[in-house]
């Protein structure tokens, strides 16, 4: 009987050990508060809008896309993107963007759109009627 | 209406069924023929209420919310059949059919072995309970009519003929951002329709229609399997249930077998299939990126697994008289397969992971959320509850006893691996719950260690005796594996380079287990077939841990343009873009790129683009070169017919509002004011210019320009700007008169000349190998016959 909780404690032991260091080091958070995404080079999932005024730049020849987002409150942040600008990316409601702040700059390294789906156009439909 | 009345009456024959069953095992007399039949009237109401909603999906009856949602005139059958499964009401519903269909044969089943009907068939009356009630009227109904709850449609989607009806004028709505018009079907419009002698069902002509990523054959087989094994996990679970009521654990081990094999082998396939599904269809290269979605029918799946090895620990302890060991742990996990079951769907379904995955369904309400936490809270109070009252007893029945070098341990150990395996798995999905989330990272690396040390102990334990083996005898019967894993070794390292330690490690712990099953196999396979299936299950994931090896370590990836007629030289392969055609109906575009692998015949693979009109955007999908050694992989990213490039500048494109400025290829750039066009004329649709006045500042030197847009009858042309002296060219693209904003294509005048002097059809890639996946495949399939086997073998055993 000892045998086996020896076996099964260690392997628990070090997997919960493992998983616990990985966890904290693979951890992205969300965060909605722009002023602390540019607080921290930490990754991070930053959710906000896309500042449909302000100008983007697509570059072909880099393959980047360079766009403003904004937060609940109204904080911007310019963000750029190594990648081709993402399908539904103009008529996305909210964008999840995963990357880090640096020198003045989001990097995002994967955008996320979410979009009016066939789920939502009830409620956007009747926002605005 | 006949769909919910249908669901109602299941509901309560399966609560009657269900207090039936109770009484049967307190004792009372005549009930149980009562209870059977009750369990009967139940599973002919949902028999019904499928086919009604088949038949309701198959004769477009668009008054119900559900068939208009989710399926469209323009389908074919077979998708029409997937329309099914396509929403979370029917998805429901699926699972609800094939669970009551488990039950009647699990009926069957426990009716003739001893009193295990009514125990066993009471708790799965309880889960029958819960899923009628998730579809019933009160939550998630597939029955519900359109005009239930307001909802906006089309007007494309409305009959044209009764959209002029005076009375539709307080119906239409138009939303501004998109410039649509809706009308909004609530009780008030069904009212009015029906005071006018228009029915539903004619006034809306067609569907919304399917998503096009389901719009695919594996979608028509992926989801009834994956929800037969979720519903299949029920079934331990009653039985783990029934021997704790009862406070009788020897024979429920070798009743529930079999349906626990079983349902790891379809559960394990119906995962699989999705994964194929996203390989094929979604075009990012991969069969798994560990969403949530997928996640969530990998935990339940693990939990069986785990569980398999430590029952035929107890099976086998049990010869000498006495439960056998490991009892507490077997019960523990039947339990948990199925109410992580219904974690996993309160994780996708109630809409906690909104953020986290993109195929998550959205939040279905509160009630709908509260249900489920109910349902997951009902089972896990139960199981955990009913284990904790019959803990002393439990306890008090252990077998002290255990050798190192034993079976017994080692088929322990891989149940903790298996169970670490599930409980990383499971911590990763719910991390967003909390507001966190994990990189694919985190379940890679974690498991990397995990599957070396299943390998390791999947070919280990079976060189082990029961009860206890002599160190000499283990070395004497691994002569054969370790010689062939040595020559393994030597080889992949050589010929395969591989160099990683880790790698090196995964691969020759696969190898190993393969080796030892296979050579086990090979000795009965001349004798009692039957006894095969564990074999052939072990040599089925061995192979598919080196088909993960190969497929995601070593695949190569690169982005490249094709321009037609031009061979590129790419990952060993010769690729030629040679054209597009037009399918389906000039619905879909195929690009046909000439693969020439080293110097044999080229083979033709054909990604497809189109833009679909379910969700207005770009879908593209994949096409493979498959063989059994490597995957060649194309999944298309753009196209660009060459027109454009003579016409439109190459450069980067920028947005900006007046008196904004930027910085773009060395130069600055100001919008300094915007070129007012003449109202009047634009307004009775004369011709007229607009545009935006720029400063253009580089090396010092400024320039102000116009980028103008002229409209000449009913051409709109933009005429470019050319500065020499910075080697510019501005163009203007895109002005909106009313908020001004302006959008200008900024290029060296050079580049530009060139280009617009070559135009090309160019079709941009992304090309890459996947050597092995082929395993993958192959593993899965051959373990899912090695379930199958052993289920056989079990249910022979189930009798005595």
């Known amino acids: 009987m000892k045998n086996k909780y020896i076996f099964g404690g260690v392997i628990v032991v070090v997997f919960l050990g493992m998983m616990i ?34 100008s983007y730049e697509i570059n072909k020849s880099e393959r980047t896309f360079v766009f403003y987002m904004k937060d609940a409150t109204g904080h ?54 | 209406m006949a769909g919910s009345i249908l ?49 309701l999906i198959i004769t477009h009856q668009y008054q119900y919310e559900y068939v208009y949602s989710y399926s469209s005139d323009d389908l074919p059958f077979g998708y029409l059949l997937a329309t099914f499964w396509a929403g979370q009401q029917g998805s429901f519903m699926l699972w609800l059919f094939v669970t009551v269909l488990i039950g009647v044969f699990l009926q069957s089943y426990t009716g003739k072995r001893d009193d295990l009907e009514p125990r066993v068939m009471m708790v799965f009356s309880l889960a029958t309970t819960f899923l009628l009630a998730m579809v019933s009227p009160m939550l998630k109904n597939p029955f519900a009519y359109i005009w239930a709850e307001p909802m906006f449609i089309e007007t494309v989607k409305i009959n044209a003929s009764y959209l002029t009806q005076p009375f539709m004028q307080n119906f239409m709505f138009n939303d501004p951002n998109s410039g649509q018009t809706f ?143 490991f009892v507490k742990t077997n019960l523990l996990l039947s339990i948990l397969a199925y109410v992580m079951v219904l974690y996993s769907t309160f994780l996708t379904r109630s809409g906690v992971l909104g953020d986290a995955s993109v195929h998550s369904f959205v939040d279905p309400g509160t009630i709908v959320y509260l249900f489920l936490i109910i349902f997951v809270g009902t089972f896990l109070l139960f199981g955990i509850g009913m284990i904790f009252y019959r803990w002393r007893y439990l306890e008090s029945q252990i077998v002290n006893e255990e050798n190192l070098l034993a079976r017994e341990l080692a088929l322990f150990t891989a149940a903790v691996t298996i169970g670490a395996s599930a409980l990383i798995v499971a911590v990763g999905t719910s991390a967003p719950i909390f507001k966190q989330s994990v990189e694919t990272r985190f379940y890679n690396e974690m498991h990397v260690p995990l599957a070396i040390i299943i390998g390791f102990l999947n070919g280990f334990s079976l060189l082990l005796k029961w009860r206890q083996t002599s160190g000499e005898d283990i070395l004497k019967k691994s002569k054969f594996s370790l010689i062939a894993t040595g020559v393994f070794a030597v080889l992949i390292i050589l010929f395969g380079k591989v160099y990683d330690i880790m790698m090196i490690l995964l691969t020759v712990s696969a190898a190993f287990a393969f080796f030892v099953n296979a050579e086990i196999a090979y000795k009965i396979f001349t004798g009692n077939k039957k006894m095969l299936g564990a074999y052939i299950a072990h040599i089925g994931i061995s192979l598919f841990i080196l088909g993960v090896v190969g497929s995601s370590a070593y695949s190569k990836q690169v982005e490249v343009d094709l321009t037609k007629g031009k061979p590129v030289q790419v990952l060993g392969h010769t690729l030629e873009f040679t054209g597009y055609n037009p399918i389906e109906n000039n619905t879909k575009y195929e690009f046909n790129v000439s693969v020439r692998d080293g110097g044999g015949k080229p083979s033709v693979i054909k990604p497809i683009m189109f833009v679909s009109t379910f969700n207005n955007s770009l879908m593209r999908e994949p096409d493979i070169l498959e063989g059994f ?46 070129i007012k066009p003449d109202m009047s004329v634009m307004m009775s649709g004369g011709n007229f210019q607009m545009g935006a006045k720029l400063i253009v500042t580089k090396n010092g030197k400024s320039e102000t320009i116009e980028a103008l847009m002229k409209k000449e009858g009913q051409g709109v042309t933009f005429i470019p700007v050319e500065l020499k002296d910075a080697d510019l060219r501005v163009e203007l693209t895109k002005i909106d008169p009313t908020t001004k904003k302006a959008e200008f294509v900024v290029g060296k005048l050079s580049a530009t000349a060139a280009v617009t002097t070559l135009p090309a059809e160019v079709l941009a890639v992304n090309a890459s190998t996947k050597p092995f996946i082929s395993l993958v495949w192959i593993g899965v399939a051959v373990m899912v016959i090695g379930f199958f086997v052993s289920m056989y073998r079990r249910l022979q055993e189930s009798w005595t």
């Not at chain 1, 966890?23 to 921290?40: A, H, I, L, R």
């Not at chain 1, 995963?98 to 979009?115: E, M, P, S, V, W």
């Not at chain 2, 194309?634 to 439109?648: E, F, Q, R, V």
Request: charged fraction near 15%.
């Open chain 1, 76 to 129: 911007e942040m310019k963000v750029i993107y190594s990648g081709t600008i993402p399908n539904n990316f103009e008529s996305a409601k909210s964008i999840v963007v995963t990357g880090q702040y640096k020198n003045g700059n989001f990097h995002a390294r994967d955008i996320l759109t979410k979009c009016p789906s066939k789920y939502q156009d009830k409620q956007s439909a009747a926002a605005s009627s």
């Open chain 2, 7 to 55: 669901i109602t009456l299941a509901l309560a024959f399966s609560i009657f069924s269900m207090v039936m069953y109770y009484l049967t095992y307190r004792g009372a007399k005549n009930t149980l023929t009562i209870a059977r039949m009750s369990y009967h009237a139940m599973a002919i109401f949902v028999i019904m209420a499928s086919a009604f909603l088949m038949y």
């Open chain 2, 629 to 674: 050694t490597k995957d060649f992989y194309i999944s298309p990213l753009s196209y660009d017919d060459g027109t454009s490039a003579a016409k439109s500048p190459q450069g980067n494109a920028v947005t900006l509002m007046p008196d904004e400025k930027t910085s773009i290829e060395g130069a600055q750039l100001t919008y300094a004011d915007f």
């Open chain 1, 21 to 54: 260091y990985l966890f904290t080091k693979s951890n992205v958070q969300y965060e909605s508060d722009f002023g602390k995404v540019m607080s921290t080079e930490r990754t991070i999932k930053a959710t906000g809008s896309w500042v449909k005024e302000k």
């Open chain 2, 183 to 325: 009308v909004k079907m609530s009780g008030d419009l069904y009212a009015t329709l029906q005071g006018a002698g228009i029915s539903v069902n004619q006034f809306i002509a067609h569907g919304k229609g399917l998503n096009p990523l389901l719009q695919n054959f594996w979608m028509q087989i992926h989801p009834p399997i994956l929800f037969t094994g979720f519903a299949m996990t029920t079934v331990p679970f009653s039985f783990a249930m029934a021997a704790l009521i009862k406070n009788d654990y020897k024979d429920w081990v070798r009743q529930s077998f079999p349906w626990i094999l079983a349902g790891s082998g379809i559960l394990g396939l119906g995962i699989m299939l999705g994964g194929y599904w996203a390989y094929g269809v979604l075009g990012w290269g991969g069969y798994w990126a560990w969403d949530p979605v997928e996640n969530a029918s990998l935990v339940p799946w693990l939990i069986s697994v785990a569980g398999i090895h430590t029952m035929i620990v107890q099976r086998k302890t049990q010869s000498k008289g006495g439960m056998g060991k």
